[in-house]
Structures are given as structure tokens and as C-alpha cells.
């Protein structure tokens, strides 16, 4: 479909001789770095950027477009990350969008665009309700209804931009089994991701891009995991990295905890019983909506304690705001780093003195030097791909976002790090260098805890393990006792199936 | 793993580069320069078609004439960064007025009870606002609407809509007529809050956490900033600000009138914008408010000069500002 594509942006070649193509019914997995071009060759295909150079072939036919209209009509409809959805209509609303089936004067005909959008749901077996209000859907239905919504009309080929990257485990399941139905249509399927697992479960072929250019593609079913990495970030880089499935190793640990929370309750939480180390590295599994944010949002102050104790370093403490948290030593790392942990218009150095302002002050005013100084030692020592601490965040890849997020929280070392799915959104190479940093946090003394939707990650990261189900800890593991992703992921599948409380007493 | 060392800046604190940093700190926004040749291409303008524009009376008049505008868009200029607005300042400027008038009437005709009785009523007025906004979550466009009818009707109230007169000589020298190392105290006062207004934000830690809170509210608490208390600060200034304008207008016209400066918010808020904050927040700087404020001021003078009726003057003077926002935007 695609060959010879190039485009330049002023001096830089973002993409060079690019050539991808997707069969009718097939699922492509598009893999890379960030940076490496993915982005640009989606914006090409969708009309936003257009070419300088090479050809775009839809059904053997030469097509061009200079506007992402001319590519929704030549049959590209693209999901992004960053949904296109109106929050205060519902779901029948919004898939008929701009097609509303109309009565003479204009008036929609309310009835049958309810009809047509439940028959078209029905059709592709996504369990969506047609009347809820699209605002007040979680975030994995309103992210079906946005592929839902795409693959209204005549769709050809289906960009998928990283759609699992805020999705449980189940609710994954369910946009596979949309993504089949679509392929069993005849739709071509272009999935971008980072996930690797995900490569190997739904696709029939993969190309990687690398620098702008194709590292290769492959029948999935004739590679793996390893001959994947090795193309995505290069031979020499590859040796860190396939040892992702491996756990940490057992360690021993300053028994006395840094934090430790008991039958702490509010509006989310339930009798929580969970205490942190000094050191240790502890892990928060758990579907979304169970409770495993509210628990970093309670010790960071974000949410009143109704009843319950929480200590730090052994000494009672009520937390009143995230200011009062922040004075006990107490950190986060928040899940949505562009609400909730950076200023994207700032610069590095604006955004790493955020939380500690009154430290780069005297009498009340700026010591500009001393903060500056601070922020390009943060950058230095966080490895940030940045021009200097003057960039503005805005223009950094997510990995380097998500260190600058570290940054605000690197000096002086916080006692507990609370960190929610820090590696969201992120490329294989940062991943590695942001456990490098959650590891030497742990190694100076911090009580770090994780939540993290990508078991794997957890397995690799942490000491101990808390499954959390409906607001309360189901159950905590140690190293030993469980070593495996596929075995905590059953785990926390039979948990949340029976409901809490019912299998305190069985063996993992 | 060479890829993961990075290009380490170290930071070279030459003078000549501090110095070429505070005047990037002054002169900061996304396209600074397009402001000043707005400017000069207006002084210019002004310059070739009235032979009266072009002297040093004049320019005073313009300095003088845009100083109510000017002061209080230096507090709207905090408040516009932290993603709020305030469309009551002119009311509050007239309700001020009747304060320090009143209270000096009342209490010994005092010079400084006036002042105090002023700025006092401006901050309770901005602290008022401030409450309304974070506390209730009300937006600030609606609370300070509300508040810009109330603080009107209340300044007629206190006097059955009747001016009062000033009669106390060194108020007038101090906030009207005299001058201050030769300067006319109304442009000294300016330039006074201009300074206080560029310590504040470029250097002071208040102006930091302005900044984060109108460039992301969110991100600004999950730092452990108290965004309320930002917020009402930047309320407070503002109203004070409005305080310090109703006592310099009050001087100059020996009496304070409830019925003064309707509509000037219009002009305080273009100011501005013009000057290059963003209506979304977290971006905006002193200086360029100053410049928005003296092209609105230059405007008017030059308009008049050459004789253009003054519907006419509306016209233009609107026109001349989307364009030039147009002109000067990202």
C-alpha cells in the first residue's frame, strides 16, 4: 500500500524510503521508538503531513491527500491517543457525528440514530450503552466508542496509536475481539504499540521502524520476542532489555517500614492494610477502578481518611493536602504526567523546582542560579535527551517527559515515592533507564510504591506485590512466592472474579 | 548504551549572560519584538500626520492618561496568567475612590487614612473576589460580573450617587499633582507598580507559582502548591492595584465620583492581552502589559489629535486591537 515513502522536516529526514504494506483483513503491528517515526508515518497516512516524496497505493490505486478529510474519504480512519470525542453527548451521539439521520427542518430523528448507532454497536460486538453520556464512561469505553466511531462508513484501513496503553488486562480482551471483528470485515489494521505481547497475540505480520526508517518486517509467527527488540533499538543496545522477563532478585530488607497504612477507609478504600520498607520496592496490582490509585492518592492528601492510621517512620500522621505531604517526604509520581505532573509549556528547569519553590528562595525571591544550576544537574544525572534545562517539556518524547516528572522529586530524596504507572506511554530504551532511576531510589533509602497495569513490570520491579480488589489489599506476596507475570495475572483474575474476601485462605 | 549519556549543559554564568538573561526575562513572550514594532509603527504613524504629537508634553499626556489603565492591568496581568479573569476593576476603582474620599472627610482629612481607606477597600473587594472564585468554585468571569455590578451600585449607594469633594493638598501632591524626581507622581506611581509588579512575577517565588497555576492547575496542586491561596493573592493585588488608581484619579480631579471609568476594564484587559499573556494562562510578562497599555493610550491621544470623531475613534481603536493581537499572536 505504501512505498518509497520520505519526508523531511527542515533539516531533519524524519522518515527515509519507508515502505508498509497492509493486506486487506490483516493486523500490521507497527513498532519503534519513540522518535523513530511512527507518529510522522501515521500523520502522512492521515492527511495531516503530506509527503515529499513516494507513493500511497489504496486498493492498487495512487491516491494523494492534502488534508485528513481527503484521507477519511479515501477509507483511513485513525484512532488516536489523545481521543476525538464530545464529552456531554452520549455514545449514539457521538458515533453519528456530523451523519445524525434527519427529519425534514434539520431535526435529527432521535430514534432511529439510536437504532442505527446500537445496530452498527451490536454489529461489531462491542458492549457499549448507546444512551450513557460519553464523560461518564471509563476511560477503555469511551476508547471503544472512539474505534467504534471510526469504523463508521466506508473504512479501508484502521490506525490503532498505542490503544492498550490505558487498558486492563480484560478490557484489552475486549478491544482484540473488536479489532477481529473489524479484520473479519475486510479492514486493514495498522497497530501501533509498545507492547510486545500485544504484537504476538493479534498480529499477523510486524514492521519496525528505527531512525526514520524500516528495521524490518517480519511474519510474526516467525520471530520473536528477542529478533523484535534487536530491531527496535538496534543490536548493540539489545542486551538490557531481554532480560525484561527476568525478577529481581531476592533481597534482604531493613525490616523497619517507612510507611505503613492499617484499616485505612475513605470514600474508595476499604480497611486497607499495607506498610512500605525502607528500600523496598512494593508493587500494587490491580484493575482500574480497584482502588490501587486512590491508595497513592490517600497518602499523598488528595483524598480525606475517614477512618484508620497511616505512620511514617513509625510516627502517626493525618495528611492534609499534597503540600503536607510533600513536607513529610512524600512524593508521586501521578498517572497522567500531562494533567497531572508537568506544566507542558514550561521549561525542564521551570517544571523540576516546581514542588520545592521555597528552597530556591531567599526571603521570598527566586535564586534563579541555584535553581537553574539544580535543574541541569537533574538533567545530567536523569539522562533527559534534552537541549538543555531551558527546553520546554512540551517538546520532549514521553520517556524524557516522564524523567523530568522524576526530576521534581529527586532531591532531597523523598522517604516514600509513590509512582502510578510510570512507564505509560514510554519507549523500550527509556523504560529501562526510568527502573534504573525507581531502583537507585530504592537502593538510597526511599520506600517506593508502584502501581503498574503491566504485570511484567511489576514482577521485574518489586519486592513485594499487593493485589488490590474492590478498595481493599485481596492479598500481599513476596519474592518466591510468585515469579511469574501469566501466574499473578491468574492471580488477579480469580480475585476479581470471586469478589474479595472469599479466597483469603487459598494458595497462590 | 552510548545513546544514554546525555548532552550535559553546563551552566556559564558569564555577566554579559546574565545580563542578556534579565532582559530576556523583561522583555519574554512568544514573539516579543511584533509588540514593539506595533508600537513604533504607531509612534510613527502619529508622528508623520500631526505636528503635535511628536513632543515631550505630549508623550507625558500619553503617560499620563494611561496610568489608571496601566496600574491596575499590571495585578490583571497576574490574575490573566493564572487563568482568571477580573472584569470588575472599574468598579472597584470608583468604589475605592468614595472610600478614601469618605473616610477622609470623616477622620481629621487625613492624607493617609484616604490612602489606607483606598487600597483597603481595592484588597477587600480583590480578597472577596478571590473567596468567591476558589472557595465556591465559581468561575471567576461569573463571580467577578456579579462583582462589578455590586461594587457600583454600592459606590452610588454611599452618596446617593453625589461626588464628594477632596479638599486635602498634599493628597493631591502625593497621588495627583505634584512630581517625584521631576516626574508627575501619576506616572511615578506607574512606574512604581510596574516595578513591583516585574519583582513579583520574574523574581519573586509568588510569580513562579502564578506561572504553574494558570500553566497547569493540576499539575501545580500534585506539587504541593496551594492554588487557592495563589489565586486570592493575585485577587488581593489586583483589587490594591485598583485602589492605588481610585486615589491618583481622585487627586487629580479633587473629588472622588461614583459614576467614573465605566467600561475601563474592557481597555485593562485588551491592554493585556495585547501585551502578550495568553487568555489560557501560564504565559505572559510585565513589560509587554506596559506596552499593550501605552498603545491603548497612544491611540487615543494620536486619534484625537488628528481630529477623528470620537464615534469614529471606537472604530479604530477596536479594529487596531484585534488586529493587533491578530498581529502578535502565536
Known amino acids: ?508 | 548504551m552510548t545513546e544514554l549519556t546525555a548532552p550535559s549543559v553546563v551552566a556559564s554564568s558569564t555577566r554579559s549572560d546574565r545580563r542578556r538573561k534579565i532582559l530576556q526575562n523583561l522583555l519574554r513572550g512568544e514573539r516579543p519584538y511584533m509588540l514593539y514594532i506595533a508600537f513604533v509603527i504607531l509612534l510613527v504613524v502619529f508622528s508623520l500626520s500631526s505636528p503635535w504629537f511628536l513632543s515631550v508634553d505630549n508623550f507625558l499626556n500619553i503617560g499620563r492618561q494611561t496610568t489608571l489603565v496601566s496600574i491596575i492591568a499590571i495585578g490583571m496581568t497576574f490574575i490573566i496568567i493564572s487563568r482568571q479573569i477580573d472584569l470588575s476593576v472599574a468598579s472597584t476603582l470608583a468604589l475605592s475612590g468614595m472610600a478614601a474620599a469618605l473616610a477622609m472627610s470623616q477622620i481629621n482629612n487625613s492624607w493617609i487614612v484616604g490612602a489606607v481607606a483606598g487600597l483597603g477597600t481595592g484588597a477587600l473587594v480583590g480578597l472577596i473576589n478571590g473567596i468567591l472564585t476558589t472557595q465556591l468554585s465559581i468561575p471567576s468571569f461569573l463571580v467577578t460580573l456579579g462583582s462589578l455590578s455590586m461594587a457600583r451600585g454600592l459606590a452610588m449607594m454611599v452618596t446617593n450617587t453625589k461626588p464628594v469633594i477632596i479638599t486635602n493638598e498634599t493628597y493631591f501632591a502625593i497621588f495627583g499633582e505634584g512630581t517625584f524626581l521631576g516626574i508627575p507622581v501619576p506616572i511615578a506611581w506607574t512606574l512604581a507598580a510596574m516595578i513591583v509588579g516585574i519583582l513579583l512575577l520574574h523574581y519573586n517565588v509568588f510569580g513562579r507559582r502564578i506561572y504553574a497555576v494558570g500553566g497547569n492547575p493540576t499539575a501545580a496542586l500534585y506539587s504541593g502548591i496551594n492554588t487557592k491561596r495563589i489565586t486570592t493573592a493575585a485577587f488581593v493585588l489586583t483589587g490594591t492595584l485598583a485602589g492605588l488608581a481610585a486615589l491618583v484619579l481622585s487627586a487629580r480631579s479633587h473629588a472622588a465620583r461614583p459614576d467614573v471609568v465605566q467600561g475601563m476594564e474592557l481597555d485593562v484587559i485588551a491592554a493585556v492581552i495585547l501585551g502578550g499573556c495568553s487568555l489560557f494562562g501560564g504565559r505572559g510578562y510585565i513589560l509587554g502589559t506596559l506596552f499593550g497599555s501605552l498603545i491603548i493610550g497612544t491611540l487615543n491621544n494620536g486619534l484625537v489629535l488628528l481630529g477623528v470623531s470620537s464615534p469614529m475613534q471606537l472604530v479604530i481603536k477596536g479594529a487596531i486591537i484585534v488586529a493587533a493581537v491578530a498581529f502578535t499572536k502565536r
Open chain 1, 1 to 508: 500500500m505504501l512505498s518509497g515513502i520520505k519526508k523531511r522536516f527542515g533539516g531533519v529526514r524524519a522518515l527515509r524510503d519507508v515502505n508498509l504494506e497492509v493486506r486487506a483483513g490483516e493486523v500490521h503491528a507497527l513498532l519503534g521508538e519513540n522518535g523513530a517515526g511512527k507518529s510522522t508515518l501515521i500523520k502522512i497516512l492521515s492527511g495531516v503531513h503530506a509527503l515529499d516524496n513516494g507513493t500511497i497505493e489504496i486498493a492498487g490505486k495512487p491516491v494523494e491527500f492534502d488534508s485528513p478529510a481527503k484521507s477519511r474519504e479515501a477509507g483511513i480512519a485513525v484512532v488516536y491517543q489523545d481521543l476525538s470525542l464530545v464529552e456531554s453527548l452520549s455514545v449514539a451521539d457521538n458515533l453519528l457525528l456530523g451523519r445524525e439521520p434527519r427529519a425534514a427542518f434539520g431535526f435529527v430523528r432521535q430514534r432511529a440514530l439510536m437504532a442505527r448507532a446500537e445496530a452498527f454497536l451490536k454489529e461489531l460486538g462491542i458492549p457499549l450503552d448507546t444512551r450513557a453520556t460519553v464523560g461518564s464512561l471509563p476511560f477503555a469505553y469511551r476508547q471503544m466508542t472512539e474505534i467504534a466511531k471510526a469504523l463508521m462508513g466506508e473504512v479501508r484501513l484502521l490506525i490503532l496509536d498505542e490503544p492498550t496503553s490505558s487498558l486492563t488486562s480484560d478490557e484489552v480482551r475486549i478491544l482484540f475481539d473488536a479489532i477481529g471483528k473489524a479484520t473479519r470485515r475486510g479492514v486493514g489494521v495498522i497497530y501501533v504499540t509498545h507492547r510486545l505481547n500485544e504484537v504476538f497475540e493479534i498480529s499477523q505480520r510486524v514492521t519496525v521502524l528505527r531512525d526514520g526508517a524500516n528495521a524490518g518486517t517480519f511474519v510474526t509467527a516467525d520471530t520473536d520476542m528477542k529478533r523484535l527488540v534487536n530491531a527496535i533499538i538496534g543490536t548493540d543496545r539489545s542486551a538490557s532489555i531481554v532480560s525484561r522477563n527476568e525478577p529481581a532478585p531476592k533481597r534482604d530488607l531493613d525490616p523497619s517500614p517507612v510507611l505503613s497504612l492499617s484499616d485505612v477507609s475513605n470514600d474508595r478504600l476499604r480497611a486497607v492494610d499495607l506498610s512500605v520498607s525502607k528500600g523496598e520496592i512494593h508493587g500494587l496490582a490491580g484493575l482500574i477502578g480497584s482502588g490501587r490509585t486512590e491508595i497513592l492518592e490517600t497518602v499523598f492528601g488528595l483524598r480525606p481518611i475517614e477512618s484508620g492510621a497511616i505512620e511514617i517512620e513509625g510516627r502517626r500522621w493525618l495528611p492534609t493536602g499534597p503540600s503536607d505531604a510533600i513536607e513529610q517526604g512524600v512524593a508521586l509520581v501521578p498517572e497522567d504526567r500531562h494533567v497531572q505532573g508537568l506544566v507542558l509549556d514550561h521549561s525542564i528547569e521551570r517544571n523540576i523546582t516546581l514542588p520545592r519553590i521555597p528552597h530556591f528562595s531567599r526571603w521570598g525571591w527566586m535564586q534563579q542560579r541555584a535553581a537553574a544550576r539544580r535543574a541541569e544537574s537533574a538533567v545530567a544525572r536523569l539522562a533527559v535527551k534534552a537541549q538543555g534545562a531551558s527546553s520546554l517539556v512540551r517538546t520532549l518524547s514521553g520517556g524524557n517527559q516522564q524523567k523530568v516528572v522524576f526530576g521534581k522529586w529527586n532531591d532531597p530524596r523523598p522517604r516514600v515515592l509513590l509512582l502510578d504507572e510510570p512507564t505509560v506511554g514510554v519507549d523500550v530504551g527509556a523504560r529501562e533507564e526510568i527502573y534504573a532511576v525507581i531502583r537507585n531510589a530504592a537502593r538510597d533509602g526511599s520506600g517506593v510504591l508502584v502501581v503498574s497495569s503491566d504485570l511484567v513490570e511489576l514482577i521485574e520491579l518489586c519486592d513485594r506485590i499487593s493485589v488490590i480488589v474492590d478498595g481493599r489489599v485481596a492479598r500481599t506476596l513476596s519474592r518466591g512466592e510468585i515469579d511469574d507475570a501469566e501466574e499473578l495475572h491468574h492471580l488477579l483474575q480469580m480475585y476479581q472474579a470471586s469478589g474479595p474476601g472469599h479466597l483469603q485462605g487459598l494458595p497462590a
